[in-house]
């Protein structure tokens, strides 16, 4: 286990568990700020890669996987709800989790995390969809503030 940087504290595996569901938490935030609720867009997953496993050709890489993703979805939607049903709660644990790393390695993961957000509420425009909206923003400034890191400045879209 990793020391603190006062060499008092371990990280515990509650911590690391806490850390792992980060970017549940991320995902939950601001996904959902502008779209249906998470578990039914897992619902929708689930019926999306049953109907692309029929177009697949048999025994391919790609069937097996969407296969295997779908064998294990529910399991995946257990973790991910039981992993906390408050975002900005588990997010706040992350930060408190954090504190007991190195200090360089708390801030590098707690701005990946921040930096997370940007790209889920980017990846709908990148997907022809409309810019971030004000709702997004504000769940990324969110994340930001309850991880204790700055939003970082992006450039502006040519």
Not at 4 to 16: F, L, P, Q, V
């Amino acid at each position: 286990m990793l020391r603190a940087m006062n060499g008092s504290e371990k990280i515990s595996r509650d911590d690391w568990q806490t850390i792992i569901h980060a970017p549940l938490h991320v995902y939950r935030l601001v996904a959902s700020v502008e779209s249906e609720p998470i578990e039914a867009q897992f619902r929708r997953l689930t019926e999306e890669l049953q109907a692309a496993i029929g177009t697949m050709a048999s025994g391919s890489v790609g069937q097996l996987m969407a296969e295997a993703l779908v064998g294990n979805l529910d399991a995946l939607w257990i973790a991910f709800r039981d992993a906390n049903r408050n975002p900005r709660d588990g997010l706040k644990r992350v930060k408190r989790a954090l504190r007991k790393a190195p200090e360089d390695g708390s801030i590098a993961v707690r701005d990946w995390l921040v930096m997370l957000g940007v790209w889920i509420a980017e990846a709908r425009h990148d997907m022809g969809g409309p810019a971030i909206s004000d709702a997004e923003a504000g769940a990324v400034r969110d994340v930001a503030g309850w991880v204790g890191r700055p939003v970082p400045e992006r450039p502006a879209a040519d």
